[in-house]
C-alpha cells in the first residue's frame, strides 16, 4: 500500500492519534503529518473530488483531538 493510499484510507485517524499524542506531550511532530494529510486532499481535488468538506473535517479531527489532549492536563 503506498502513502497517497493509506493517508486517503485513514487520514483523519491518523492526524487525530497524531494530535493527541502532540497534545498529551508525546515527543511526535504534529506538522509533517497535517502536510501530508492536506497535500493527499489537495491531490484528490486535482483528480476530481471535493476539497473543501474533507479538509474541513480534518481540520475538525485535529482541533478535537487537541482539545481533548489538552483537557487531559487540566
Known amino acids: 500500500m503506498l502513502l497517497h493510499q493509506l493517508v486517503d484510507r485513514f487520514g483523519p485517524a ?3 492519534v497524531n494530535t493527541m ?3 498529551l506531550g508525546l515527543p511526535v511532530s504534529t506538522m509533517p503529518t497535517l502536510i501530508v494529510v492536506g497535500a493527499s486532499i489537495a491531490l484528490m481535488a486535482v483528480n476530481g473530488g471535493a ?3 474533507p479538509l474541513a473535517g ?3 479531527v485535529a482541533v478535537a483531538s487537541g ?3 489538552d483537557l487531559v492536563w487540566f
Open 14 to 16: 491518523i492526524v487525530f
Open 21 to 23: 499524542g502532540a497534545a
Open 51 to 53: 476539497f473543501w468538506s
Open 58 to 60: 480534518v481540520l475538525c
Open 67 to 69: 482539545v481533548l489532549g
